[in-house]
């Protein structure tokens, strides 16, 4: 019997996996298909600071734990696996088409405690200058980074195995045994396995696996729609936001054009909607890019969770059940904190934060 079976790979259970097996658990991880290649794989990889002696809001407080980690646990992957996950403090503009939204972006992010720079008018222009000049204001985020999903995926998975994790994919787990208020069996399509504990990182799949144990957990698949475009030399270097779209410039001359937001079930294609107006917003933004090439689209389906707070914690209902899911648009940027907290849980060590406001409502 393990010490722990973690039942998902994507960056939230692989980096878990990782974190537990560093101090000494030993642990299966299960995959019902392949390790890293849904949410977390399609996502933008942008990485957004907080700082953790002025954020309160339950996102924002897990955030400020995770960015400090990202530079330091990239340079570890490096050195021992040879795999360069990309990461960058890259920064970022915060686009605003108005003085009011400018006034509500910089709110937003000092009560984060994000350091930020005003710019507009010629200083926007000298700062970024294929940005459309009809932009009248920005804010530059020095702090802001961005790492490639599949290669840091591919580190992780690496990561676990120098760890002794056993990684086990194309086996969908369907069914548990229970007894005496605890999980005795996890069963999947192939075979059963045992663990002292057992944490759920089930991304959008989440309520059906809550519901083979009783458990209501409200998250749903959240589709958001991703356009690559290949241009060299990159005509800005910063990742460059406006509300939920962005355009994300990758050192090796792509552009990620991201992101729809749209429940559509468990469906991750690419849609005429979906992409023309990605594409829209892109030539809104950098006109020049009406004449870039298209290399690639791609879907995938957030965990949607109903306030955008993660679900972290054990459950009441059985005693050997914890769970990590619903990181809905921010799970690679909290996935480091979260392997943090959920380790510190699942080891019985004392949590890094207060884990009740991400606490699943149990009846
Ligand atoms: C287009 C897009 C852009 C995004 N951009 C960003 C961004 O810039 N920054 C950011 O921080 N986040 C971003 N996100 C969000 C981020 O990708 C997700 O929050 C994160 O990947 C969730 O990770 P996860 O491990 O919970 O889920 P997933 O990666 O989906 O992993 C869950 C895994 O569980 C497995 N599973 C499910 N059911 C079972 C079962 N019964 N048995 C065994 N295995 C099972 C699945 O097969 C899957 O591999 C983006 C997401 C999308 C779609």
Known sequence: ?????????GVIGLTLAWKLAEQG??????????????ASW???GMLPPADLAVANSPVARLRALSHPLWPEWSAQIQSETGIDNGYQPCGALELAWSESGRKQLEAQLQSEGVSYLSLSGTDLKEFSPSLSPEIPFALHLPEMGQVRNPRHLSGLVAMCQTRQVEIIEGEPVVGFSTASGKITDVRTSHNTYQAERI??????WSAPMGELLGLQIPVRPVRGQ???LRKQPLPFTTILQQEEQYLVPRADGRILIGATMEEAGFVKANTVSGVSTLLQF????????????????????????PEGIPFLGRAKKWENLYY????????????????????????DRETSLDLSPYALTES
């Open 1 to 9: 019997m393990c010490d722990v079976i973690v039942v998902g790979g």
């Open 25 to 38: 658990a030993r642990v299966q991880l299960i995959e019902q298909r392949q390790v890293g290649r849904e």
């Open 42 to 44: 399609a996502g933008a």
């Open 199 to 204: 944490c759920l990182t089930t991304g959008a």
């Open 226 to 228: 991703i356009v690559l």
């Open 282 to 305: 892109a030539v809104q933004t950098v006109p020049e890019l009406a004449k870039t090439e298209v290399e690639r689209t791609w879907a995938g389906l957030r965990p949607g969770s």
């Open 324 to 347: 990590a899911c619903g990181h809905f648009r921010d799970g690679l940027q909290l996935s480091t904190g979260t392997a943090v907290v959920m380790s510190e849980l699942l080891l």
